[in-house]
C-alpha cells in the first residue's frame, strides 16, 4: 500500500519558455527575453499546445540552464519530474 501514493518521474519535450511569453511566437522567442521574463517562472509548451508550468526549484534549474546556454532562440528541452495538478515538479531541465 504503501508504494501507490509514490509518483514516477516522466519526461516532456518541448519549448522552454517564460509564462509572460508562453502564448507568442516560441520559435523566435529569445534567451534574453526568457532570462529578462524569469520573476514571471517558466513552463514547456507541448507540441499539442498545453503548456505545463514548473515548480520553483523548476524555475531555478530553467534559469541556469537559460543562463548557461548559448543559443539564442528556439529553446526546445526536455524536462524530467512529476506532474502535480498542472505544475511540473522538475527533477532535470536540457535544452537540446
Same mark, same amino acid.
Given at each position: ?17 517564460? @509564462? ?31 503548456? @505545463?508550468?514548473?515548480?520553483? /526549484? ?5 534559469? /541556469? ?32
Amino acid at each position: 500500500m504503501l508504494f501507490s501514493s509514490l509518483a514516477f518521474a516522466e519526461t516532456w519535450n518541448g519549448t522552454l519558455v517564460d @509564462v509572460m511569453c508562453k502564448n507568442k511566437d516560441l520559435a523566435s522567442h529569445t534567451t534574453k527575453c526568457a532570462i529578462g521574463c524569469a520573476r514571471s517562472g517558466y513552463g514547456l509548451v507541448l507540441a499539442d499546445g498545453k503548456f @505545463v508550468k514548473f515548480d520553483e /526549484a523548476g524555475n531555478a534549474k530553467a534559469l /541556469a540552464v537559460l543562463k548557461a546556454t548559448n543559443k539564442e532562440k528556439d529553446l526546445k528541452a526536455k524536462v524530467t519530474g512529476t506532474l502535480d495538478g498542472d505544475t511540473v515538479q522538475v527533477e532535470s531541465v536540457e535544452l537540446q
